[in-house]
């Protein structure tokens, strides 16, 4: 946009750029959301709001079945960190498919901030895969429902937040949960193993630094999705390369997997690709509907995720597995009212005692008529 003065008039002239200039990719319209080829803004809400949410828990229950089904069989438990090693291999050659189908290909974030946010990434997913060697699948489940507790105590110790009373009342809502359901876990199950405890909140302290991290990296540096995936998934591929060969567990690994190729590489890769479809809904979900409405359909995903473990895969079962979830969804649930309190008025007592009052009036008026 040029100004011109001439004669103590302003002219302002505006160049509009030729159709053939294509915006960048990182810059596009709200309106254009396009998920797996399929563009949701050719359709209206309520279409929009089931296909995402069908996307999220088609593939993310398919996700979980695998990975419980992976770790099923027999002999397959200490390998953990190769199963992550392919996973992060499959993660690479996605992200690099799909940044090939953009114009811009250009790699904006330092490389730097990529090793940190590729060495979060291992230690989240590493760690989370390793512990369904020591731990049931619905447990595990549990506690990554559970990432506000590492990000409220980093917030206290790190940055001296002070939260209100729903973020406490989560807080402790879910630590009970989590302590009711593993104490549960480890009365009845044969396989409960306190490694496991301590591999998943290791994952998930990870999980609440990564997410930070990738978000102020994205919006400082504009950098896209795929972007994001390639490079963050390759430099984790080769860190767990280098681990697992100077540990010398790569060796028999590949041997053990080599032996059951199909029940390995191909579930594995089946189970890739689902969680890699899913995160695409569920950003989709959040861009469209927001946070609220997108902590709600994954929950209930996890919700139902578990039941289905249970269904499919024998283990034992007590309905303090019951009443200690619900304790963690109620968590959840003020943790997200806490964030919304705007959007979401619950009555307060008063407004319930009036309401009740009136309630009572017109029912005797109604009699006395």
């Given at each position: 946009m040029d100004l011109k003065f001439n004669n103590s008039r302003k002219y302002i002239s505006i160049t509009v750029p030729p159709k053939t200039q294509t915006m960048s990719p990182?810059?596009?319209?709200?309106?254009?959301?396009?998920?797996?080829?399929?563009?949701?803004?050719?359709?209206?809400?309520?279409?929009?709001?089931?296909?995402?949410?069908?996307?999220?828990?088609?593939?993310?229950?398919i996700y979980g079945y695998l990975q419980e089904l992976i770790f099923s069989m027999e002999g397959f438990k200490s390998y953990g960190w190769y199963l992550t090693l392919v996973q992060f291999a499959f993660y690479s050659i996605f992200g690099l498919i799909e940044l090939q189908l953009i114009q811009d290909k250009r790699r904006r974030i330092p490389g730097k901030t990529y090793m940190i946010i590729a060495f979060l990434t291992v230690g989240t997913m590493g760690l989370s895969n390793t512990s369904l060697g020591y731990?049931?699948?619905p447990t595990q489940v549990i506690f990554k429902c559970c990432k506000l507790i590492p990000?409220?105590?980093?917030?206290?110790?790190?940055q001296g937040k002070r939260y209100n009373i729903a973020d406490v009342s989560a807080a402790v809502c879910m630590s009970l949960g989590l302590i009711w359901f593993t104490l549960a876990d480890s009365?009845?199950?044969?396989?409960?193993?306190?490694?496991?405890v301590i591999l998943i909140?290791?994952?998930?302290?990870?999980?609440?630094?990564?997410?930070?991290?990738?978000?102020?990296?994205?919006?400082?540096?504009?950098?896209?999705n795929s972007e994001m995936v390639l490079y963050s998934y390759s430099i984790g591929f080769v860190y767990i390369l280098l681990g697992l060969t100077c540990t010398s567990g790569l060796g028999p690994a590949v041997t053990f997997c080599s032996k059951n190729p199909i029940q390995t590489y191909g579930y594995a890769f089946l189970f890739s690709l689902t969680g890699y479809f899913g995160i695409s809904f569920v950003l989709a979900l959040i861009k469209i509907f927001g946070a609220l409405l997108a902590v709600t359909v994954t929950t209930g995903r996890k919700a139902m995720t578990i039941v289905l473990s249970f269904m499919f895969f024998a283990k034992p079962f007590t309905f303090q597995y019951v009443w200690s979830g619900l304790l963690v969804v109620l968590g959840i649930?003020?943790?997200?009212?806490?964030?919304?309190?705007?959007?979401?008025?619950?009555?307060?007592?008063?407004?319930?005692?009036?309401?009740?009052?009136?309630?009572?009036?017109?029912?005797?008026?109604?009699?006395?008529?």
């Open positions: 990182h810059i596009k319209s709200i309106d254009d959301i396009v998920v797996l080829g399929i563009n949701l803004s050719r359709f209206n809400k309520l279409t929009q709001f089931f296909i995402c949410v069908a996307g999220v828990f088609i593939f993310y229950l731990l049931n699948y990000v409220m105590l980093g917030g206290v110790f790190i009365t009845i199950a044969p396989n409960f193993n306190l490694t496991g909140s290791l994952a998930l302290c990870a999980d609440a630094v990564i997410g930070n991290v990738q978000e102020k990296a994205m919006k400082l540096h504009n950098a896209s649930f003020l943790n997200v009212y806490s964030k919304n309190m705007d959007k979401i008025r619950l009555p307060s007592l008063y407004d319930l005692i009036n309401k009740t009052v009136e309630m009572r009036k017109s029912r005797t008026l109604a009699q006395t008529v």
